[in-house]
DNA sequence: TGGCCGTATGGCAAATTTACCAACAATCCT
DNA sequence: AGGATTGTTGGTAAATTTGCCATACGGCCA
């Protein structure tokens, strides 16, 4: 009985990190600050993060199979959105974390 | 002038995907999750994650460097806990992406 | 219909990540 | 000092991720 608990918490991490690691890219960062300022579609998207078109949709692809963002078709266009806003508070926290390491750093030079 | 704002702006992301990434492990997430409750030594998580003890080690290193956590040398034992209490507001979040997505899957179920 | 435009997908090579074993270092105990 | 315990580091093979090219697909318009 505690191999199968064991077995689900293992899994339940595993689709947890599958999130995160949907957030744990550069490109997708920055697209996914741009989407919180609303839809956006994949040309738009390119534009920003500067990648071939084919990198970007697979970065889209990815997100939105992790649930962090969904499409609509609209003509021959592609536009893509935030699905979860909550998502935007991780910033400030990684912020913090940066912030902190900065201020340990700096009182390693003080010594 | 813009290159150099440009260039600033993707060191900024790049930043912050290597804190997102040092969360982005299974095992790593079970650890932060239990050095949540307190501090713990290398042995018990590797208890909790059961890897050997170099993996361990080597994911603390890895969250170390990114600012997650700090290490504690008491005796022969190495105590790590968290630096930024803030990062356990991920979670929530996460579980939401995850309800979110169950949803969808359920409505396309139901059509 | 034929051709263009915006995206997605298959394929592949390069880069990165991960996990284990071995070897080493530091501390404690006898 | 010698041995046991706890962690870290180097090395390496396997797995995963990434990015581009070429190609395919679907919608639009002449």
Redesign the pocket.
Known sequence: MYGAIEMKSREKYKARA?II?AL?????LMMIDSLSEGEK????L?DLVG????????????MKEAGLVE?R????????KLRVPCIMNFFSCIEAVMESKAREQMSLVDK
């Open positions: 599958k690691k744990a890219h550069p490109s997708r579609c994949v040309c738009e390119r990648s071939d078109i084919s990198t970007v949709s697979k970065h889209l692809a990815l499409d078709k609209a003509g021959q266009q592609v536009y893509y």
